[in-house]
């Protein structure tokens, strides 16, 4: 949704930016005139604003529903300045224009967004990847030969035949043949270790070569791989001690940014300047 949301915003950032008064003087060119010219860049950056920046005033609203003022309110509150000093510019109430500011804010906290998400989606990708190492089919050994079923139907004490090639479907126990196992998804270690009766494996490693009989001693939420992804998702869903205080600083900001800012207004507008007040204390907010 970020990513998305990050490609449309940039798009239409691009020409809110070349149409950009300031930008033209910083740059010494001049973009021919066309019917709707004045208004052009305040529509662009008014779908920029409603398309690309509601994600955050729905993360801010959510913030103070929970009375925890955090990075989404402090977003919030600085495109909103923005958004309706930019439009009092075009209305000729002011003589500012502050639209690619508003655009380019919105289209960075995407990008960092997107950014985030994709790097807390790829560390919950890899719990997907553990689940997927085991098979979804064992080798049974009966009294008549050998039946295949679901892992689901192993028990504890069960002996499966485990070909060469195949991954283990449980933690057991060698009880006949021979064979060298791949361990690295447990070690990272690359080379395969030999396994003879009486030897320990683990499920979800591979028979490199021979197969083996082996007397299952855990399965499902008791194998090591399971007891693996459960630490992995623990890992995930606990805060760091750092990461706690980060979440109760985060306020600080916001209540900063709001008190700086009000002041700023509050002050130029006494000084008899209500366009640099609103200029400067979108200033302020965006910087913070």
Do not use: C, N
Not at 23 to 43: L, N
């Amino acid at each position: 949704m970020f990513r998305d949301k990050f490609w449309l915003t940039l798009g239409l950032t691009v020409p809110v930016v070349v149409l950009s008064p300031d930008i033209q003087g910083w740059f010494g060119y001049t973009v021919p005139a066309f019917p709707g010219e004045q208004y052009a860049a305040a529509m662009l950056g008014t779908i920029v604003f409603l398309y690309g920046g509601l994600v955050f005033l729905y993360g801010a609203r959510s913030e103070l529903d929970d009375r925890k003022p955090g990075m989404m309110t402090l977003i919030s509150l600085a495109i909103i300045v923005a958004f309706e000093t930019s439009w009092a510019g075009t209305l000729r109430l002011f003589d500012v224009e502050i639209w690619w500011e508003l655009a380019s804010l919105i289209t960075i906290m995407l990008l960092g967004h997107w950014l985030e998400m994709r790097s807390i989606a790829q560390a919950q990708g890899a719990l997907v990847t553990l689940a997927e190492l085991l098979p979804d089919t064992a080798e049974r050994t009966t009294q008549t030969g050998t039946e295949e079923v679901p892992i689901a139907e192993l028990r504890v004490g069960d002996v499966v035949l485990v070909r060469p090639g195949a991954r283990v479907p449980a933690d057991g126990v060698v009880v006949e043949g021979t064979a060298d196992v791949d361990e690295s998804m447990i070690t990272g270690e690359s080379r395969a270790v030999a396994k003879e009766p009486g030897s320990a494996v683990i499920a979800a490693t591979v028979a490199a070569s021979g197969s083996l009989r082996i007397r299952v001693s855990a399965t499902g939420d008791d194998t090591a791989l399971s007891g693996i992804m459960r630490l992995v998702e623990q890992a995930q869903a606990s805060a760091s001690r750092a990461q706690a205080l980060a979440d109760r600083a985060a306020a600080i900001p916001f209540y900063v940014a709001l008190s700086a800012g009000t002041i700023t207004l509050i002050s130029w507008w006494l000084l008899g300047d209500p366009e640099g007040a609103l200029v400067r204390t979108a200033t302020v907010l965006v910087i913070a």
